[in-house]
């Protein structure tokens, strides 16, 4: 696995929604400025060629929708994947809520369509606001979808959730995400880290 993702003649597309974005469609490198940038310059020269993918406001529904033109068009080598806190966001802001039924059926069908390694990303929360604890009963629900889907289909997973939580126990949840949701400068740190030490073993 790790030949293939240090491999410069390789593709890795990071696809999701505005944690993996972060500002990239502005970007003349295409990168944005977070946790993919991030690797982006972790990886340094051994790095293959890094396409992100994200947009912001993106549920699985959507991603499911752009798969082929936005990913399945670059040939990738892997794919990671981080989405589904939009999924969880849009029943408390909009009264739109996407049942764990169907977010699985959305994932099922990115991961169906993927005939090379995948790494899933957990989508996370740390509750800075009034109310965002209540979001548990709604993405509890979604991340065993997840790590369901991983071991399912033999993907890697990031338990982003699990691990940035036990890092905001420490240095406080507005440190890593000053809304609970969008990364800081530190919490795309952490993010890329992670990624790092359970794709790479870094």
Known sequence: ??????????TIVFAG?????????????GLGDGYVRNLSVDLGASAPKIVNAGISGNRA??????????????????????IGINDTWRRYDEDDPTTPESFEASYRSLLDALSCPVVMIEPFLLPVKDGQHEWRADLDP???????????????L?????????????????????DGVHPSAAGHRALAALWRRYVLND
């Not at 929604?17 to 003349?28: A, E, H, I, K, Y």
């Not at 338990?159 to 440190?175: C, N, R, Y």
């Open 1 to 10: 696995m790790t030949g293939i993702l240090l491999d410069p003649r390789r």
């Open 17 to 29: 929604d505005s944690v993996t974005d972060c500002g990239r469609r502005t970007d003349p490198d």
């Open 61 to 82: 529904v959507d991603l499911a929708t752009r798969w082929a033109t936005d990913v399945l068009a670059h040939d990738p080598s892997l794919v990671s994947i981080m």
């Open 142 to 156: 979604k991340l065993e979808v997840v790590r369901k889907l991983a071991v399912e289909y033999a993907a890697i």
């Open 158 to 178: 990031v338990p982003a959730d699990a691990e940035l939580t036990k890092q905001a126990a420490s240095v406080g949840a507005a440190t890593l995400a000053g």
